[in-house]
Each structure stands twice: as C-alpha cells, then as structure tokens.
C-alpha cells in the first residue's frame, strides 16, 4: 500500500527525471490515488492508476523508481485506460517539477466507479464517499452522472444493486 505522502515523493522523484532528461510529463490521476491525493478520503491505495505522456519515457522512469524505492513495478501504471472517455473531465492537481499532474473531476471519477462497480475492496466505500460529497439523493441523480460519460447501453446491472445500496445507507444515516 502506498500512502498519500509516498505518491507525492515518488510522484517528485517522477517530476525530477523528467527534468533531467529534459522532458516534461503529463500525467492524470484517476482511482484510489485521486480519492488518496485529491479527496483526502483515504489515506493508502494500492497504486496510482493513471494516464501519462510520454508513455514509453516514463514507463522507464517507474520501473527506475520502482528499483530505487523497493515498490512493485505497477506501483504506477495505466490499467485503467478502459474506463477513461474522450469525454473525461479533468482539473489540475499539482506540479513536480518537469510532471503535471490532473486529475479526474468528482463527477468523472464516480462515473468510472459505477461502470466498474466493484462492491469488494475500496471502492464501493469510494462511490459512497463521492456519493454525499455530490449530494446524490437519487438513482436518476446517479444514472444522469454515469449517463454524461458512458452509453447508458454498457451500464452493468450490479451498477443499479450498488445505487441502491449505498442510497439506503446514506437514508439510514440521517
């Protein structure tokens, strides 16, 4: 597990490579890490999910960092190129040196949550998390966001399970 404070150094580290190398880097955090780093809903992630340029020069970066620090090699990496859209909302995050870093917006990042799904692990605490921080009081609420991203065609039927789910949790809080 990586902790907030060691994204941001390896994310530094990542920054001053590039620099050296006289590149600049771009990169958009997306997954546990925004929820990590943006959010401060958390305080570890696996790894950091995102998509960066120049992709082959910042592959040889993370497996070098990955060496100098002792963490997995995926402990960066871009799995989730799947979920991300030509119409994925972004907003700046931070500089590190020669590395701009976005993220996806709230909204853009419950999307991709819901098309996953996923009630195992972080992310179904995630979707609720984004779920009071965007005040979603309904399904049709929660369908409008995913449906500004992704064909209503590929939602998954576990989606609307998880809506529900987390709907009544949050009627049951008040």
């Given at each position: ?61 993370i ?57 195992t692990g ?53």
């Open positions: 597990m990586m902790s907030r404070e060691s994204i941001i150094e390896n994310l530094k580290r990542l920054g001053e490579k590039l620099e050296e190398r006289s590149l600049t880097g771009e990169l958009i955090l997306t997954g546990g890490a925004s929820m990590c780093l943006v959010h401060s809903a958390r305080d570890m992630t696996k790894d950091v999910d995102a998509l960066y340029e120049p992709k082959t020069e910042i592959n040889d970066i497996r070098e960092i990955a060496e100098e620090n002792g963490l997995p090699l995926g402990w960066l990496n871009d799995s989730v190129k799947g979920f991300l859209t030509d119409t994925a909302q972004t907003e700046e995050f931070a500089r590190f040196g020669a590395l701009r870093v976005s993220t996806v917006t709230p909204r853009y990042l419950l999307a991709m949550k819901l098309m996953s799904a996923r009630m972080q992310d179904y605490q995630d979707i609720a998390y984004l779920f009071r921080q965007l005040e979603i009081a309904s399904i049709a609420d929660a369908q409008r966001i995913v449906e500004e991203y992704y064909p209503v065609a590929l939602l998954l039927p576990k989606t609307q399970y998880v809506i529900e789910q987390i709907l009544e949790e949050i009627r049951r809080e008040r």
